[in-house]
Every structure is written in structure tokens, then in C-alpha cells.
């Protein structure tokens, strides 16, 4: 008969064997991440399009955590890939087109781009039970419309694509920018 001492001990080690890191495994929200939506409802040339693999995505990249700040750049498609916003990548040096703060597993972000006017706030959500990133539009940009309401995304990436600054440096830039459009 097992001791109590022994008994303990190996339920400590199951324990903690089951919440292990798998190996290769980037825990948090850094990474790549995406949602590729399908075509239900898809008519005349659109559903031709469907037919053919075309589908429309939702993706946050690069996505960086440092502390308590996070930043990322985005890509949303509509109607099939013939409306793109991807942040402003022809000029990465202006910064993430994601930022904000994290506290916990919950980052509250502004977004824009240069085709945006005014910035959208979201709140996005990491589960580390399933890996996957929520992500609830708070207050939209005025020209924000393709950006989801609120969306699952899928880890799409385990290494980065490539570190942001999210230094505050970078954040008080961000800050400066976002703050003449709250409210």
C-alpha cells in the first residue's frame, strides 16, 4: 500500500506533467494568427470565386507582447480578396498598425491603417486552453467595416514574422496619435 506522502507527491507530478509546455510551443500572444471565414451565402461570380479556393481572412501578424504592451499588424480581406486593408506595411517604420495594453490574458488595442481616418478599439483575448485569440471590436472606426465584429482566430504561426518595437517609445508615438480621437 502506497503511503499518503507518495500518493500526493504522484498526483503533484501528474499535475504538473499535464500542464507541461509542449515542446515547440510559443505560449501567449506572440505569434501570427488568423481566421479564414468560409462562403456560406456566396452568389454569381463570388460563389464562382469560392468554388476556386478564393477565401476572404481576418489576420493579426507579428503580433508582440513586452510586459504589459502589445502590438501587431493586420490583414482583412472583403468580398473575396477585392477589398484589402493591411495596415500601413508600405511604411513599417510609422509603427504597428495594432497597439495597445495587456493585462492578463486580455489586451484592449487601437487599430488603423493608412486608409483608415479615425482609429477602431478592440478587445482581444488569448485562451491558452485552446490557443486561439478573441477578438471583440469595442468602438469602430468609422471606415472599419471590414473589420470583424467580433472573431475566433487560430494560431496561424508559432515563431513571429518578425519582432515589433513595443517599447514605450513606440507606445507614447501610438499614444500621441490615438489620443486626439478619443472620446
Not at 480581406?77 to 498598425?97: I, K, Q, W, Y
Request: with cysteine; charged share 25%; hydrophobic share 35%.
Amino acid at each position: 500500500m502506497l503511503s499518503h506522502r507518495v500518493k500526493i507527491f504522484a498526483c503533484i507530478a501528474l499535475i504538473s506533467f499535464c500542464f507541461w509546455p509542449v515542446a515547440g510551443h510559443t505560449a501567449g500572444f506572440d505569434g501570427d494568427w488568423i481566421i479564414t471565414y468560409d462562403c456560406s451565402g456566396a452568389t454569381g461570380p463570388y460563389k464562382d470565386m469560392c468554388d476556386q479556393g478564393v477565401r476572404d481572412i481576418f489576420m493579426l501578424f507579428s503580433v508582440t507582447r513586452h510586459g504589459d504592451h502589445i502590438c501587431a499588424y493586420h490583414l482583412v480581406t472583403a468580398h473575396l480578396g477585392n477589398r484589402v486593408d493591411e495596415g500601413d506595411l508600405e511604411n513599417p517604420c510609422e509603427g504597428p498598425s495594432v497597439c495597445g495594453t495587456v493585462r492578463n490574458n486580455t489586451a484592449i488595442v487601437y487599430f488603423c491603417s493608412k486608409r483608415l481616418k479615425t482609429p477602431g478599439k478592440a478587445k482581444i483575448t488569448y485562451n491558452p486552453h485552446n490557443d486561439t485569440l478573441a477578438w471583440t471590436l469595442l468602438s469602430p472606426s468609422n471606415e472599419s467595416g471590414w473589420f470583424p465584429d467580433r472573431a475566433v482566430l487560430k494560431r496561424y504561426n508559432k515563431i513571429k514574422s518578425r519582432e515589433l518595437d513595443c517599447s514605450e517609445c513606440a507606445m507614447e508615438r501610438n499614444r500621441a496619435i490615438l489620443k486626439k480621437y478619443e472620446t
